[in-house]
């Protein structure tokens, strides 16, 4: 079998590149791709491979082999028109194409397989540019159209999708995302101190990582956190949330919530956190929020479980089947409840000891292994059918 592949995501990322790796800051849709080409180029060595990219892939992708091919090439509209062309000049040697991202171009010449991480545009329209908006909209509704199968990564976003476009449950297939391993010389873990001396942090602290967007609720954070009756807690120092994440879009509200609240002092946001680095962010915090209105998944919540960081978030979308058992959840439009609930795993001790064990075992249901595997069954079932 012939698998052709929408590599676009992996190596043209939102964020731009790491000026220190020189590899791309891939998140969401890039990470997904980027982890999807990797699991299949590890597991597959009996199907043959074409990945299409806009620009030659980057040294961290798998490596080119009789089975694995890249075809690189520039375009304008590259995957709506581009790709379309390069399809239809490879429409003999292709049986199922596949697109881990929303989109498909407008002409495939076999079944083809498209990924939706989420659906977040359809709840909250208002939280988008609105180019991206009608992007998501009137594209998203051809592929989904146009495909014969459409992954997802929970089964909520699943029944969104059901519900919204109106195709069969069978359609639609729900294939959880992974999360990598840690290996104990993949990172050294900073102290205190360092953090201190390295990123200005005080003490104790709340951590929050992610994209600075509307839909991940950040303002409610601050706002809750500036409720904190931290003299009530134990804490020795003034306790900080610390912001880390890249600022995204519609993001301004976020960066003034601080001052509007009189806390500018003990918030502190971070876009500038290396990879390496990170990691000492979840082991030295009290604990992780992700406070997100919707999410397709919810990878930050398996990130910070599996550097023993307990973890709070929304009891929404999809969030409770990314945390399961292993996580304390609160409602994401209550100010007052999110308050609460950092309270109690704050002054909490063996709560957070009970939470970070059961991280642990929650992580171990997920690798990218095995997103590729049942990934590749997908892909197999449309070209036998």
């Known amino acids: 079998m012939v698998i052709g592949i929408n590599g676009y995501e992996a190596v043209v990322p939102r964020f731009g590149f790491n000026k220190k790796t020189g590899l791309p800051n891939r998140v969401g849709s890039s990470e997904f791709c980027f982890q999807l080409l990797l699991g299949l180029s590890k597991i597959d060595k009996h199907n043959e491979y074409f990945v299409y990219l806009p620009k030659k892939p980057t040294f961290d992708m798998p490596e080119e082999t009789e089975k694995w091919h890249y075809v690189v090439f520039s375009s304008k509209l590259w995957t709506l028109l581009g790709l379309s062309r ?31 991480l989420d659906v977040s545009y359809l709840h909250f329209p208002k939280l988008f540019k609105k180019k991206d908006l009608y992007q998501l909209k ?56 360092r953090l201190k001396e390295k990123y200005g942090i005080k003490g104790d602290y709340i951590l929050f990582v992610g994209t600075l967007q509307p839909r991940k609720n950040i303002v409610r954070l601050v706002e809750a956190f500036s409720r904190l009756r931290t003299k009530n807690l134990g804490i020795k120092t003034d306790l900080e949330l610390v912001i880390v994440g890249k600022k995204g879009w519609m993001y301004e ?8 609240l009189g806390i500018t002092d003990r918030v502190k946001f971070l876009d500038s956190v290396s990879d ?35 973890v709070l978030t929304s009891n929404v979308s999809s969030l409770p089947e990314a945390g399961g058992d292993a996580a304390l959840y609160f409602n994401p439009q209550g100010v ?16 957070r000891k009970e939470l970070i064990k059961k991280g642990y075992e929650q992580v171990k249901k997920f690798s990218w292994e095995k997103t590729a595997k049942e990934t590749l069954q997908v892909l197999e079932q449309l070209a036998k059918s």
């Open 276 to 310: 390496e680095d990170l990691p000492s962010f979840y082991k030295n915090a009290l604990c992780f929020v992700l406070p997100s209105l919707y999410e397709g998944f919810g990878l930050p919540v398996l990130e910070a479980m599996k550097y023993g960081c307990p």
């Open 336 to 351: 007052e409840d999110i308050a609460k609930n950092l309270e109690s795993i704050i002054q909490n001790p063996e709560l």
């Open 138 to 193: 009137l594209w998203g509704r051809f592929s989904i159209g146009k495909a014969s199968k459409i992954i997802t990564i929970s089964k909520s976003t699943k029944n969104d999708i059901i519900k919204a476009y109106s195709v069969s449950e069978d359609k639609v297939v729900v294939v959880y995302p992974g999360i990598k391993k840690v290996s104990s010389i993949e990172y050294s873990v900073l102290s205190m101190d």
């Open 86 to 116: 390069k399809l239809f000049s490879n429409r003999n040697k292709i049986d199922v194409f596949f697109s881990p991202t929303h989109y498909l171009p407008l002409y495939t010449p076999c079944s083809s397989a498209i990924s939706i």
């Open 253 to 260: 509200d976020i960066l003034n919530a601080p001052k509007k």
